[in-house]
């Protein structure tokens, strides 16, 4: 049975004026404020999510 990757990511900057598409991908991760992590599966849809927002986002692989 294959493992899944896991990533954890971390906001760096508030959502405060940032367009409502790029927000959404956030939320869409889980996060809600800044500082806040999650670990999230290593999956295409997360990751395009990932890639809209990555100037304020944090991701390291675990």
Known sequence: ???????????????HGQLRHIGASVRGLGLRRPHQ??????????????????HMLKVERS
């Open 1 to 15: 049975m294959a493992t899944i990757d896991k990533v954890k990511v971390t906001l760096l900057r508030s959502l």
């Open 37 to 54: 992590s999650v670990v999230i599966a290593d999956t295409a849809e997360n990751r395009g999510m990932i890639n809209t927002a990555c």
